[in-house]
């Protein structure tokens, strides 16, 4: 081997460990990668970083050491450690195609060739029909060399055809990042057979799972703030829904004939009225859940004005004890305006509100109960369109849900959920 191959030999397989470090560093610290994707990642790294220390090994004992066992014993290793990336990659092929790969016919054909490929490593220990390493530490390839790299590329190749299968169901960028892995080894493969003695594959197999990587952290990136920007315009709708133009005018105008009848509960009109509106502004710039006590503030301010208005119309009432937990802000209160908006009838007998919270096993409830004239809870109702953009809200903020229940004459009983952080970590942590 000349100088000069040997030097490209330890560049080639250094540098491809550099990188699975590199990479395995950024997916252990990014924040915006999904833990399913952050447990693979992790796992696909760390056998190949193994992989490509293996191949090193192998090339400082074949030109130092002079140790045959060593070479044997690396050769060996970073050969099992490259047939395990490719199973690994199948299961990742089908999790982002939201397939069961433990039931997946592909993987289980993956299986069996990779099980194959073990086989013939461990029997190209005994003998020299596949390679051998010679007592003076020299590696040559044996007369059926060529069938060890038989299940290899089969599984490539059944692969490369699953993922044409399943291009529908993939991002455009996961697509081809997927189509670049599946290519590049394959291609590092013909060549490393023809030029007898150079890593190529090593290099091949780490940029395309660099390339898989950061296409998948990309792609999560950009998820994450589309998500952050729909969550601002579901915040700035709910927001405008608040401040309804004939609302405030009806309040002012109560407040002008306030200040001569009542000048001491005009006042008091004045103060809840501005706590309504400075929640209101408050809760636009807000990105992350809020004390739960701020929503009930800011409820609290919006009732006191309603009832101001439809005096003897509409009696509420609060058995909230349970407050040490955090909440969307525009949650309760949008809840709670709209029971008001829709429950309140001159026709009808008087609107009897209630907000009940409660501690539970899990997390958090709040139940807001009405008597008002209720509704269909079809898609199309206003009310529904109303709820529906608050239960988004709460599922991407903090995963909470929720729950309608409302039949046309007997009311409306909508109930929130917010799960404990706590919990939800400690079961996070338990699936994992």
Same mark, same amino acid.
């Given at each position: 081997?000349?100088?000069?191959?040997?030097?490209?030999?330890?560049?080639?397989?250094?540098?491809?460990? /550099? $990188?699975?470090? @590199?990479? *395995?560093?950024?997916?252990?610290?990014? #924040?915006?990668?999904? +833990?399913?994707?952050?447990?693979?990642?992790?796992?696909?790294?760390?056998f190949l970083t193994l992989y490509s220390l293996f191949s090193l090994i192998s090339q400082i004992s074949m030109v130092y050491f002079g140790s045959d066992e060593l070479t044997r014993f690396s050769v060996f290793m970073f050969s099992l450690m490259s047939s395990m990336l490719m199973p690994m990659l199948v299961i990742y092929l089908?999790?982002?195609?939201?397939?069961?790969?433990?039931?997946?016919?592909?993987?289980?054909?993956?299986?069996?060739?990779?099980?194959?490929?073990?086989?013939?490593?461990?029997?190209?220990?005994?003998?020299?029909?596949?390679?051998?390493?010679?007592?003076?530490?020299?590696?040559?390839?044996?007369?059926?060399?060529?069938?060890?790299?038989?299940?290899?590329? /089969? $599984?490539?190749? @059944?692969? *490369?055809?699953?993922?044409?299968?399943? #291009?529908?169901?993939? +991002?455009?960028?996961?697509?081809?990042?997927?189509?670049?892995?599946?290519?590049?080894?394959?291609?590092?493969?013909?060549?490393?057979?023809?030029?007898?003695?150079?890593?190529?594959?090593?290099?091949?197999?780490?940029?395309?799972?660099?390339?898989?990587?950061?296409?998948?952290?990309?792609?999560?990136?950009?998820?994450?703030?589309?998500?952050?920007?729909?969550?601002?315009?579901?915040?700035?709708?709910?927001?405008?829904?608040?401040?309804?133009?004939?609302?405030?005018?009806?309040?002012?105008?109560?407040?002008?004939?306030?200040?001569?009848?009542?000048?001491?509960?005009?006042?008091?009109?004045?103060?809840?009225?501005?706590?309504?509106?400075?929640?209101?502004?408050?809760?636009?710039?807000?990105?992350?859940?809020?004390?739960?006590?701020?929503? *009930?503030?800011?409820?609290?301010?919006?009732?006191?004005?309603?009832?101001?208005?439809?005096?003897?119309?509409?009696?509420?009432?609060?058995?909230?004890?349970?407050?040490?937990?955090?909440?969307?802000?525009?949650?309760?209160?949008?809840?709670?305006?709209?029971?008001?908006?829709?429950?309140?009838?001159?026709?009808?007998?008087?609107?009897?509100?209630?907000?009940?919270?409660?501690?539970?096993?899990?997390?958090?409830?709040?139940?807001?109960?009405?008597?008002?004239?209720?509704?269909?809870?079809?898609?199309?109702?206003?009310?529904?369109?109303?709820?529906?953009?608050?239960?988004?809200?709460?599922?991407?903020?903090?995963?909470?849900?929720?729950?309608?229940?409302?039949?046309?004459?007997?009311?409306?009983?909508?109930?929130?959920?917010?799960?404990?952080?706590?919990?939800?970590?400690?079961?996070?942590?338990?699936?994992?």
């Amino acid at each position: 081997m000349t100088d000069w191959l040997t030097l490209f030999n330890f560049s080639a397989n250094i540098t491809a460990i /550099l $990188i699975s470090i @590199i990479n *395995l560093s950024v997916c252990l610290i990014s #924040r915006n990668i999904d +833990d399913k994707s952050r447990r693979f990642f992790s796992i696909f790294f760390i056998f190949l970083t193994l992989y490509s220390l293996f191949s090193l090994i192998s090339q400082i004992s074949m030109v130092y050491f002079g140790s045959d066992e060593l070479t044997r014993f690396s050769v060996f290793m970073f050969s099992l450690m490259s047939s395990m990336l490719m199973p690994m990659l199948v299961i990742y092929l089908l999790n982002q195609c939201n397939e069961d790969w433990k039931t997946s016919p592909l993987f289980r054909t993956t299986i069996i060739l990779w099980f194959i490929y073990v086989l013939l490593l461990v029997f190209a220990q005994f003998n020299s029909y596949i390679y051998t390493v010679s007592p003076d530490n020299v590696y040559s390839r044996g007369p059926l060399y060529p069938v060890l790299l038989v299940p290899p590329v /089969l $599984i490539m190749f @059944i692969s *490369l055809i699953a993922l044409f299968h399943r #291009r529908d169901r993939l +991002d455009r960028h996961q697509f081809y990042a997927f189509l670049f892995y599946f290519l590049l080894p394959m291609l590092s493969m013909i060549i490393q057979m023809t030029f007898y003695g150079i890593p190529v594959i090593v290099i091949g197999t780490t940029l395309g799972a660099a390339i898989l990587f950061f296409s998948n952290l990309s792609y999560q990136i950009d998820e994450t703030i589309r998500q952050k920007e729909e969550n601002v315009r579901l915040q700035t709708n709910a927001l405008m829904l608040q401040i309804r133009p004939h609302f405030i005018y009806n309040v002012m105008t109560s407040i002008y004939y306030l200040i001569q009848q009542d000048p001491q509960k005009a006042q008091q009109v004045v103060l809840d009225f501005t706590t309504y509106l400075r929640k209101n502004f408050t809760a636009m710039g807000r990105e992350e859940p809020i004390p739960f006590t701020a929503e *009930l503030e800011h409820t609290r301010a919006y009732l006191a004005v309603e009832q101001m208005r439809f005096e003897n119309r509409l009696f509420v009432n609060f058995e909230t004890a349970h407050t040490s937990f955090h909440i969307p802000p525009l949650t309760l209160q949008p809840v709670v305006e709209n029971a008001v908006k829709h429950g309140l009838d001159p026709e009808l007998e008087p609107l009897h509100l209630s907000v009940v919270t409660r501690k539970t096993d899990t997390g958090s409830e709040i139940i807001v109960e009405d008597n008002g004239p209720g509704f269909d809870n079809t898609p199309n109702d206003e009310p529904h369109v109303a709820l529906e953009n608050i239960s988004r809200r709460l599922a991407s903020m903090c995963q909470g849900t929720l729950d309608i229940d409302s039949v046309k004459g007997r009311g409306t009983k909508v109930r929130i959920f917010i799960p404990d952080p706590a919990k939800q970590e400690r079961t996070g942590q338990a699936q994992s």
